[in-house]
């Protein structure tokens, strides 16, 4: 102890070594505020052999603890326990030489040889950081004494084929990931900094704790490794200083015991960086520091295991005196019991066996009781239930430092369950106006989806709005979801509501027209043909083979009807129907008109003397070119009918959120094919008619099918341009208009002439007339 505690720390060893000599002893390591600072980084160097009143606390824990064990006689009974406690000074090779004490004694260290008797070492009890408790481990395995800890958690040590003799008070050190998982996701900090030692240790406690946190969303900026005291530079401070000042993190795990903290504070001086909330793992880690800035403080959290308080202990503390020590007693039952009756009453004059040091093994294994503050105590390493406190730190206006109990981790509290914060009563550092926010990127709302940033963390991303046909109800989504069959997302992209359906319909203002205007162009055909057939006797009529000029009337009055069939909801039916009797009934009327054409060619050709073509003059040889190029159509029809016919199907990507229901071709090879066949009967009607055009008037109709050729090759020139670029009924409704275009071309250029001459000029509509005209040209 130091001077100002008014104990001397001799005063304590010749006590325990008065106290040791006759009873069964356990030897307690223990750690201590050991300033070990190199001086260029401390504004004071203090002595090496200082103690803190803290640790004499820790020293008269042990007493008390041993005090009571032998008060209680449920607990070890005949058996009387004395102690011998060393300091670690927070020093491994110190560390060392007191594990050697132990066998060799006080005076001079020399192993396996042990010139100090007193009494039977039952076990060691350690207080140190894992890295040291390890080493422990290492020099205590050989000689086979239990190791019992009550600060050590790494998870390492519960292996029991590599350390078969340790055991541990405390629950592994899981527990706290778990906790600080916890805590990190309860204020939705998923971008932290990390700073722990050198050491392996918190470096395998740091890599599961990555992994933990990376699981449950979170991303880590930095991870910074500090050197041992010994290896500190001012290189390696300034790196560690620039990147925890240029962090965008709020949140920074400080990962150490409380020494470590301490110098990292000497050396980093991490308290007066402004703007973070520091999350510790060391009890009592603020109280020593010299704060700078204390306000910076505020705000930040440290977990420690829950404590109850000992009432009595307190008067313990402040009765203590040396003379009041347990002496003078004997062990009798407990250690004939350990040594199956083969050692004397009397430790000095002993003549054990030498495997005494691992007969204890099997009593510790079965130990299971409750203490006196109601705990239930066992040793079973990793399953042991805990609670872990979270404290706030709060810097006082007197330059004090209080901690604040805010919250509790409790880990067998079923998920969900195990973190209570009151964040009511956090006081946070002073450039936070409320709970601080420790992320990367905000979060997503519904409607959106992440996307990382190349070569960043998973936490790092931009919201991207859900692509069409997707949604997402949820914030923070990977991948948004895909709308169920025949649902569309609305327009936040939030939920999914039933696709508007829509066709060519007969309400629609296109549909309307389309019906109206193919009504009207049937009924003027069938008008038409009303009028040919009350004047069938008429020259004009009977002029180039009046059953042809039937039969393309009635050929278009079935396309004006076909159109009928293309407006509406597609059906099977009518999907089945629609191109074939499209492609029929205009292959007839093209046929027809090349009938014409062949008669008027091969009739005024035939008139020439010694022309061979006479005997190709008559009404059959035009029938048979209209029954021969309609059943070439015909038998492609059927053939598309039947290879690969036309259906009904639901199109759901021509225009977003609505369902266009439409006619698939089945095969568009088949489609275009009877295009380019009437194409081909077109062309060669549209040859023959341009070749004819300066006959005879009385033989004119060669000029009117050239004129109807033109605007047929003019309308589904167009169709074929804007049919690719069109979408939904569009594509419906530019199919309809060519049929009504051309079809209503070639009723007004083959026969409105001839209307006109019969209703309006009926004088021209007679023998004569015609001869003459014939004869003046």
Known sequence: MTEEAGIDISTLDSLTTTLLKRHSWVAKFSGRWYYNTPSQLLPKHPKRDSMLLEDFYNFLSIVFAVDEINRNPNLLPNVTLGYNVYDSYV?????????????????????????????????????????????????FGMYKHPQISFISQDPLQGDKVQFPNFYRAVPSEKTLYAAIIALLNHFGWTWIGIICPDDDSS???????????????????????????????????MDITNTINNATAKAILVYGSKNYVYYLEQGVHITN?????WIHTAESSFRMLNIVNGTNVNGSLYLNMHKKEISYYIK????????????????TTWWDELCENRCPFNPR????????????????????????????IYFNNDEISCRYDIYNVVYLPNRTILSENVGSFYSDAP????MAVNEKAIIWENSF??????????????????????????????????????FSNETDVDVCTKCPENQWPNKQKTSCSLMDITFLSHSDPIGITLTVIAIVCFFTSAWVLGIFMKYQNTPIVKANNRDLSYLVLISLMCSFLCCLIFIGRPEQLTCFLQQAIFGITFTISVSSLLGKTFIVVVAFNATKPGNNLRKWVGAKIPKYIVITCSAIQVCICLLWLVISPPYSYYNKDSEPGIIIVKCNEGSVTAFYTILGYLCLLASVCFVAAFLARKLPDTFNDAKLITFSMLVFFSVWIFFILTSHSAKGTSTVAVEVFAILASSSGLLACMFVPKCYIILIKPEQNMKKNMVRGSAVK
């Open 349 to 376: 004059k002993r003549n054990c066996t030498g495997v005494e040091s691992g007969r204890l093994h099997r009593f510790l294994k079965k130990v299971n009781f409750t203490n006196t503050m109601g705990q239930q």
């Open 203 to 237: 470096i395998n406690a740091i890599k599961e704790i990555k992994k933990m946190f990376e699981g449950n969303g979170g991303c880590i900026e930095f991870i910074k490794v500090v050197p041992s005291i010994n290896d500190y530079s001012s290189e390696r401070i």
């Open 433 to 470: 106006s409320q709970t601080p926010r420790s992320v990367c990127s905000g979060k997503c709302p519904p409607g959106k989806r992440k996307s990382v940033w190349e070569g960043k963390p998973a936490c790092c991303y931009d919201c991207l709005p859900c692509p069409e046909g997707e």
């Open 273 to 277: 960086i402004p703007g973070k909330v």
């Open 91 to 139: 020093d491994l090779f110190r560390t060392i030489q007191g594990a050697v004490r132990i066998y060799s004694g006080n005076t001079k260290q020399f192993p396996n040889y042990n010139c100090d008797k007193y009494g039977v070492l039952a076990a060691v009890v350690d207080g140190m950081a894992s890295s040291f408790s390890i080493q422990y481990s290492n020099i």
């Open 316 to 331: 313990f503390i402040h009765e203590v005196n040396p003379s009041r020590f347990p002496s003078g007693k004997t062990f």
């Open 415 to 418: 998920p969900g369950k195990q």
